[in-house]
């Protein structure tokens, strides 16, 4: 969690609504905190009966994490992972704090990024997956992580289909 808030321009705090904060979710607020990284809430789990969202923002306002609508600066966004509800009112909000933050990336530019996990896999080879923050990774051009290189064979989406 903390090398994910340090890699990291905004950070997504899913909570459960029927849940309520849990002690993972302290310590993910704390890390998002220490990076200085800018939160956005995701209340997950809005269709069930069960959802208390004001049960949430008054659990995380204890942990100074202040909804908009109760004069603070952090926006806190219902969804439904399993309807798909708010997911489009969660990307809006994630482009509006990218453009308070003035966040650009350079496409042009070679890319650079942060390996959040590799393998050796059989058939395959090395394999990582990569968090490209600026510029543009291709097919074919070499890739520098710490003492290690290669060569960029293949990409995949996030779904496993060729990029």
Same mark, same amino acid.
């Given at each position: 969690r903390a090398r994910g808030a340090q890699c990291t321009d905004i950070v997504i705090l899913v909570v459960a609504a029927d849940d309520g904060v849990m002690p993972q979710t302290k310590e993910a607020v704390d890390h998002a905190r220490s990076a200085g990284v800018p939160i956005v809430v995701a209340i997950n789990k809005m269709d069930k009966e069960e959802a208390d969202p004001d049960r949430i923002k008054t659990e995380l306002?204890?942990?100074?994490? %202040? #909804?908009?609508?109760?004069?603070? &600066? @952090? *926006?806190? %966004? #219902? @969804?439904?992972?399993?309807?798909? &509800?708010g997911i &489009?009112?969660? +990307?809006?909000?994630? +482009? +509006? *704090?990218?453009? %308070? +933050?003035?966040?650009?990336?350079?496409?042009?530019?070679?890319?650079?990024?942060? @390996? @959040?996990e590799s393998s050796l896999e059989r058939g395959r080879g090395s394999v990582a997956t990569v968090l490209v923050q600026n510029g543009t990774l291709r097919q074919g051009e070499m890739v520098v992580a710490g003492s290690f290189f290669g060569k960029v064979r293949a990409m995949t989406d996030e779904a496993g289909k060729q990029v």
């Open positions: 306002s204890g942990m100074e994490v %202040i #909804p908009e609508d109760w004069g603070g &600066d @952090v *926006q806190f %966004i #219902p @969804v439904s992972a399993h309807t798909g &509800d &489009d009112d969660l +990307l809006e909000a994630l +482009l +509006l *704090q990218a453009e %308070i +933050l003035e966040l650009e990336a350079s496409p042009d530019a070679p890319a650079k990024g942060v @390996v @959040v």
